[in-house]
């Protein structure tokens, strides 16, 4: 059963500290992307990769956010220095080769982010 | 803003009845997807209406999507309690990244 996989599940942690969300993509995806969603501004894109390559980073502020991927079976999105305000639901969605012109994105469970 | 803008924000109806959903957006769109958020977990991907189709069903969902009034719908038939969830649209623009609508939370009472 294929899915996309991202861990940790939760994490709390303070003001200040450095976060590392992961994300497994579905084997043969060629496509990933990074969601932020909370109550107040609903489901925002923050970064999106295809073939490992950065193809829009617009949405991510630069200053703390980064996003990458070491290999096509991993990516990442770190935090630093983490703020209260980044307090969200981080949503990792992977799709196939051919873009999502025509194809869905398949999304995982999702990392649940508190910062004190 | 690209992003979709959905009505109503929130619905509630018994199990049984049907269920419409709409999504209005402001520029041209390559294509139409719907997704499914049940609470606490990730979306996932219901049903897709290219630019060029104007009806499609997939099992009790039919989405309509009318390009020259730059909207769609979504209605679900026969609804059943686990049907409860948020429900929203995305639209596909020009550099193939899907951007989401502000959802509707359906809830359905046995």
């Known amino acids: 059963d294929a899915r996309v996989t991202q861990t940790p599940r939760h994490k709390v942690t303070e003001m200040g500290q450095e976060v590392t969300m992961r994300c497994q993509p579905i084997l043969g995806h060629n496509t990933v992307f990074w969601y932020r969603q909370t109550m107040m501004q609903g489901l925002e894109l923050l970064a999106y990769f295809r073939n490992r390559a950065p193809l829009d980073d617009s949405g991510m502020p630069k200053d703390r956010f980064s996003a990458e991927m070491p290999d096509a079976t991993l990516a990442t999105l770190k935090i630093q220095p983490s703020e209260p305000r980044d307090s969200a639901v981080y949503f990792c969605?992977?799709?196939?080769?051919?873009?999502?012109?025509?194809?869905?994105?398949?999304f995982g469970p999702g990392t649940r982010l508190t910062v004190l | 803003s690209q992003q979709g803008e959905e009505d109503p924000q929130a619905l509630s109806i018994q199990e049984g009845e049907n269920a419409t959903m709409n999504c209005s957006y402001k520029?041209?769109?390559?294509?139409l997807q719907w997704y499914r958020q049940n609470s606490g977990r990730g979306l996932v991907h219901l049903i897709l209406?290219?630019?060029?189709?104007r009806e499609k069903h997939s099992g009790r969902l039919r989405v309509t999507l009318d390009t020259s009034k730059k909207s769609s719908s979504l209605l679900i038939t026969a609804s059943r309690a686990a049907d409860t969830a948020s429900y929203f649209c995305a639209l596909l623009d020009n550099t193939d990244k899907l951007i989401f609508g502000t959802g509707t939370r359906l809830q359905v009472f046995p």
């Open positions: 209406i290219r630019s060029n189709e």
């Open positions: 520029t041209s769109i390559n294509n």
């Open positions: 969605a992977s799709g196939p080769p051919g873009g999502t012109g025509n194809n869905e994105q398949f």
